[in-house]
C-alpha cells in the first residue's frame, strides 16, 4: 500500500511541530511528509530576535532549535527558500515557486497542514520603505537591523508602536548604546494592558532613559538627501531617526486560505475545531500565527500571535495526522515580556473588553513587593484583577514590577481555566519563602482586596 503525503505549508513553530510529531507517530513507509518554507531558516525563536540584536543573545544559531539538515535526517522533505502561491483544495495539491531558481510546480497530497503565520504590519506612509526602515519578525529582517546599525551615522533610534516588540526593541536599541524614543498611538504603551498599568510602564521606560511620545500618529518618514531615513513625522512634531524600527503588531498571512475559500474569521484568520482541523475540510489542518483561537474567558474567537500556542496547536495537528487523538481547547490571553527591569504581564480580559462582553465586573489594585519587603533588594510590584461582580469569577489579572513578578501571571492564568473565583483564589497553597515572596503572595493580597470589592457591590 503507497504511503499517505503530508504537506505542509510553513517551516516555523506549529509547521514543524505538527510534522516531526506526525513523524513520530508514522514511518515514511506510512507518511511521507513534504515541508514549504520560503525563508532560510526553520524552527527558530522570533521571539528571542529582539534579545540577540540587544547582545543577550549572542548569534542568532542560538536561535534555532532545529536547522532543516536535522529535519531532513528524521525524514522530512523540507524545501527551504520555496513558496507556496497557489491552494487547489479540489485537485488536493499546492503550487510552489523556488525563490532563487524561480522554478514552479505541483505537489499533490492527502493531507495539509497551513501554518502560514502572520505578517507585521507596515502601514502604506511616505518613506516607510527608506534605508534604515526596519520592522523585526524573522532572523532575515534581525540581521538586516544589526547591519543598518552599524552603517548609523549617529546614534538615534525611534521605535514606532507600544506593545511586546515595541517595547522590547526599545530595550535593545538602548543596549546597543542608541538614544531611543518610543512613539505610540495610544495614551500609554502596552495596550494589551488597561491605561492606569500602562502608566508604570511608560514611568519604568523613562527611568531607564526611553523617552515615550504617547498619542503619537506618526504620519510619514522623512529622509536626507542620501535616501536614507532622518526623522519620523507625527502630527505635532518630528522625531529624528538614524535607524527605525516598526513594532506595529502582525497580520495573519491567510492570502492562499482565502482565495481557496477557506473560512476565515473577523481578525482574517483561519477558523479550526478543537483538533485543529479546518472547519468543513476533513483533510486540512490548521495552526500558528495564521488561526484564530477560542478564548476561554470571553467565549469568542480571537487572533493572538504567540509561539506558545503555536507548538502546541502543531503538537494537536501532528498528533492527529499521525493518527492519534490531541485538541486544542483554547486560551485565557497570557502573555509576559520585561523592559530593561521592569517586568510585565496580563492574562484573561482587560476592562475594555469585560465592557465590551457585556460583564459587569470590580477592580481590585495593590502594591507590593516581589520578595519579603525585608529582604534585601525587594522591588516594587502592582497587581491589579478584575472580578466578576455578581459571582467572584476572576476575569484578568495584570502585573508590573520588578524580577519575579511576571510569571506570577501564571497563577492567574491557572485560575482563569479553572474558572475560579477569587474567593476561592485566596485559599491558594502556594510556595513561600522571604527571597521569594511575602507571607501572603502579592496576587492572593490581590484576590482578598478584590473579593472585598465583591462583596461591597452587593
Not at 153 to 170: C, F, K, L, S, T
Not at 251 to 258: I, S
Not at 380 to 408: C, D, F, N, S
Request: glycine letters at 12%; a neutral charge; one cysteine or more.
Amino acid at each position: 500500500m503507497a504511503a499517505e503525503r503530508l504537506v505542509v505549508i510553513g517551516g516555523d513553530a506549529a509547521g514543524m511541530s505538527a510534522a516531526s510529531q506526525a513523524r513520530r507517530l508514522k514511518g515514511p513507509e506510512e507518511l511521507e511528509i513534504v515541508a514549504f518554507e520560503r525563508s532560510g531558516f526553520t524552527s527558530y525563536s522570533a521571539c528571542g530576535i529582539p534579545y540577540w540584536v540587544g547582545g543577550d543573545v549572542p548569534e542568532h544559531d542560538d536561535l534555532i532549535a532545529r536547522t532543516p539538515e536535522e529535519h531532513r535526517a528524521r525524514g522530512i522533505d523540507l524545501r527551504m527558500r520555496t513558496e507556496v502561491t497557489e491552494l487547489d483544495v479540489e485537485g488536493r495539491r499546492v503550487r510552489s515557486r523556488e525563490l532563487t531558481s524561480g522554478a514552479e510546480e505541483w505537489t499533490s497530497y492527502d493531507k495539509l497542514v497551513i501554518a502560514t503565520g502572520a505578517r507585521p504590519v507596515r502601514p502604506a506612509l511616505p518613506g516607510i520603505d527608506a534605508p534604515g526602515v526596519h520592522g523585526v519578525h524573522t532572523i532575515d529582517d534581525g540581521r538586516a537591523l544589526l547591519d543598518s546599525l552599524e552603517a548609523a551615522g549617529e546614534r538615534r533610534a525611534v521605535v514606532v508602536g507600544g506593545g511586546y516588540i515595541g517595547i522590547e526593541m526599545a530595550e535593545a536599541m538602548l543596549a546597543r548604546g542608541f538614544e531611543v524614543a518610543l512613539l505610540t498611538r495610544g495614551p500609554e504603551p502596552m495596550h494589551s494592558l488597561d491605561p492606569d498599568m500602562g502608566r508604570r510602564v511608560t514611568r519604568a521606560m523613562e527611568r531607564s532613559g526611553i523617552r515615550v511620545v504617547t498619542n503619537a500618529e506618526v504620519t510619514k518618514v522623512l529622509t536626507a538627501g542620501s535616501g536614507r531615513v532622518r526623522a519620523v513625522a507625527t502630527e505635532s512634531a518630528e522625531h529624528p531617526a538614524d535607524v527605525v524600527v516598526l513594532g506595529l503588531g502582525v497580520t495573519p498571512r491567510t492570502e492562499l486560505a482565502r482565495a481557496a475559500g477557506l473560512p476565515l474569521g473577523v481578525a482574517g484568520a483561519l477558523r479550526t475545531d478543537t483538533s485543529m482541523r479546518v472547519r468543513g475540510h476533513e483533510n486540512i489542518w490548521a495552526g500558528g500565527d495564521c488561526v484564530e483561537v477560542l478564548d476561554l474567558v470571553s467565549g469568542r474567537h480571537r487572533h493572538i500571535a504567540l509561539g506558545t500556542h503555536a507548538n502546541k496547536q502543531g503538537q494537536v495537528i501532528g498528533s492527529n495526522v499521525g493518527g492519534g487523538y490531541g485538541t486544542f481547547p483554547g486560551v485565557v490571553g497570557t502573555a509576559v515580556t520585561k523592559v530593561c527591569e521592569t517586568e510585565i504581564a496580563r492574562t484573561g480580559l482587560l476592562e475594555r473588553e469585560a465592557r465590551e462582553e457585556g460583564l459587569q465586573y470590580v477592580t481590585a489594585t495593590i502594591e507590593s513587593t516581589n520578595t519579603a519587603g525585608y529582604y534585601p533588594g525587594a522591588a516594587p510590584m502592582t497587581v491589579k484583577l478584575l472580578a466578576e461582580r455578581r459571582t467572584g469569577r476572576l476575569l484578568g489579572a495584570q502585573i508590573v514590577g520588578g524580577a519575579g513578578a511576571a510569571k506570577r501571571i501564571d497563577i492567574a492564568a491557572v485560575a482563569l481555566t479553572a474558572r475560579m473565583t477569587v474567593d476561592q483564589m485566596t485559599a491558594l497553597d502556594l510556595g513561600y519563602a522571604p527571597p521569594f515572596s511575602s507571607v501572603w503572595d502579592p496576587v492572593l493580597v490581590a484576590a482578598r482586596k478584590a473579593v472585598s470589592a465583591v462583596r461591597a457591590a452587593g
